[in-house]
Structures are given as C-alpha cells and as structure tokens.
C-alpha cells in the first residue's frame, strides 16, 4: 500500500483539498470534472464523496474451522443533478484462506454494488440497493450471489444514528432468501463510534434454516484534516446451530469535505457515502467471506 506523507506547518488549506480530491480520484478512478467546482453540492448532497479502505477479519467456527480474510473496499457517490436522488457505487475484492475439517483451501471474492438513495428532511436517508457478487474456492470451483433490498437511515440526534434494512439474495451456492438487520450507532465524541447490530437471515434451502448475527463495533478518526479513522470489531453468528466468532480491524481513508477539517458525525451523514452496510450482513450470505 503506497503511503503518502505530508507536511503539515506551513500546508494550505487549497493544497489540502487538491491532494484529498487528487488522491480519490485516482484511487476511485474518477475523472476530474467529478471533482470541479470544489466538490459542491447538488441537491442537498456533495457531487462527489467517497472513502478507501482495508481490512482483515478471522472467523473461528464452534466445530467446522476457520476462515482468514483480508483485502479492500472504494465506495463512490455522486449527486444526480436537483433530482435530490443520489447514487452510491461501491466495489470490493478480499483473498484468503478456508481452514475446513484439516483441510486447507485458497479463496477470493469481489463484489459490485449499486445504491440510490435521498435525503429525508436532513434527518436522514432512504433508498434501495442492488449487489453482485462471485466466490471462488480452490477445488470447489465459483459461486455467484446477488441481493436487492430497502433501507433507512434516520439521525435521531446529534449522538445517535438509527438505521435499517431488509430484502432477498438468491444465488448458485445459497439458493434464495431474505434478510433483515437493524443498527444503533452513538457517538460518544464527534470522532468516536460505537455501534451495535442484529442481522437476521433466512435460507429456503436446507429446510429453510435460518441465521442470526450480533455486531458490535467502534470507529475512531484520528485526524479531522487528514481523516484517516481505524474500526475494530466482534461478530457473533448462530447459523442453524453452529456458532461462529468473527474479529475485524479496518482502517478507512475519508474521501469527503471540500473545506479544512470534519468530524466524524459530518463526514459520516450528510456529506458522505452510507455509513450502514445496506446489504445482506449474515455471516453465510455477506460478500466477504
């Protein structure tokens, strides 16, 4: 990962915006004109807002193994003109291993998805979201799923963000199903959050089990200039009673902001990409495994 240091005393403001637009740019592969006009606003959103991330993630299961991950995502969102609509791109690709009954197995997945959303009376954000996604496992071969779903996000005070979703999946490894998750996020300072979430899973296959997930998690921007934050979390899955433990750290890189510094609160609501994983989040069924 290239790392890019920068001189803070004597670094204008002007030349920060320009690194901040440049760097996301490149990253995201967007071109210039995305970035014009200062990154403004279109109805009530910026033109342009994105974040950069990467992450690791181990999953202990109670009795079949363990699976290691590691990898990235760039999420993009744009303005579409004073529609007041808003389209959010998101892509991702994470490699690993698959450590199942002694058995060693190499794995990869990406994902591509698609969400349009608006604002609600500045208080909060609703839409719909679309997801593809592939798997492929050494001597298993490739399985595919995708998802389509609603969801909400309502900021309830300046402290809390409430959020929800709900919607099916249906694939070649899975079969079909529906899902359903909520979520609570409280800030106890503008650049710290913590947050909980219950994500619920149903699969017509296999009898129509089902699966449960409980998340806890925390964010901490380290700087409001150069918003560089780091996420670390716990995931307890029940999946038709298997139980499985997942850890995670991730840091994230803001690509939001067309002025000086933002909170965490600023750049996580209004002036930026969705803060709540609007997808299937069960363990069996999320684009990462």
């Avoid at 490739?142 to 709900?166: C, D, I, P, R, S």
């Avoid at 965490?264 to 990462?288: F, I, N």
Wanted: net charge negative.
């Amino acid at each position: 990962m290239t790392r890019v240091n920068v001189q803070a005393e004597g670094f204008h403001v002007f030349n920060r915006k320009i690194l901040f637009g440049s760097v996301c740019a490149l990253a995201l592969g967007i071109a210039g004109p995305a970035l014009a006009d200062d990154m403004g606003t279109m109805g009530g959103m910026p033109n342009f807002s994105g974040t950069l991330s990467g992450d690791y993630t181990n999953t202990h299961f109670k009795s079949l193994g363990n699976v290691d991950a590691w990898g990235g995502n760039g999420e993009a969102m744009f303005g579409l003109g004073s529609t007041g609509v808003n389209l959010q791109a998101d892509g991702g690709y994470h490699t690993g291993t698959v450590k199942f009954f002694g058995d060693s197995f190499d794995a990869d997945t990406w994902n591509a998805d698609g969400s349009l959303f608006t604002l609600i009376n500045n208080a909060g954000r609703l839409g719909a979201t679309y997801g593809y996604s592939e798997l492929h496992i050494s001597d298993w071969g490739t399985a595919h799923n995708q998802n389509y779903g609603l969801f909400g996000e309502w900021w309830a005070m300046h402290q809390l963000t409430v959020a929800g979703k709900a919607g099916g999946f249906d694939g070649n490894l899975l079969g079909s199903g529906y899902y359903a998750g909520a979520q609570g996020k409280f800030y106890a300072m503008d650049d710290l959050a913590l947050s909980a979430a219950i994500d619920h899973t149903h699969y017509n296959s296999g009898g129509g089990f089902q699966e449960t997930d409980y998340t806890l998690a925390g964010e901490y921007l380290f700087s409001e200039e150069f918003p560089i934050s780091a996420t670390g979390g716990w995931s307890y899955g029940d999946v038709a009673g298997e139980h499985a433990d997942t850890w995670f750290i991730a840091l994230k890189y803001y690509c939001n902001g067309n002025s000086g510094a933002m909170t965490l609160v600023d750049r996580q609501r209004s002036s930026g990409t969705l803060g709540y994983d609007v997808g299937p989040g069960a363990l069996l069924a999320r684009y990462s495994f």
